[in-house]
């Protein structure tokens, strides 16, 4: 179960990730937050393959 702040789909996620990208001040910051977008996103990849190779 998710707590307050932690989102509770990986759709809530991605949204707070965005935000905060939108909201960056700097190149650096912005930088991190691609990162933690990428790690998602291959979470999210890795999610489907395994649900394709189980059928």
């Known amino acids: 179960?998710?707590?307050g702040?932690?989102?509770s789909t990986a759709d809530d996620e991605v949204r707070r990730l965005y935000e905060r990208y939108?909201?960056?001040d700097t190149d650096e910051e912005r930088h991190k937050?691609?990162?933690e977008?990428?790690?998602l996103d291959g979470?999210?990849?890795?999610d489907?393959?395994?649900a394709l190779e189980s059928e």
């Open 37 to 39: 977008m990428g790690e």
């Open 43 to 46: 979470r999210r990849h890795s």
């Open 1 to 3: 179960m998710a707590s």
């Open 5 to 7: 702040t932690e989102p």
């Open 48 to 50: 489907i393959y395994a």
């Open 33 to 35: 937050i691609l990162l």
């Open 22 to 24: 939108q909201s960056a």
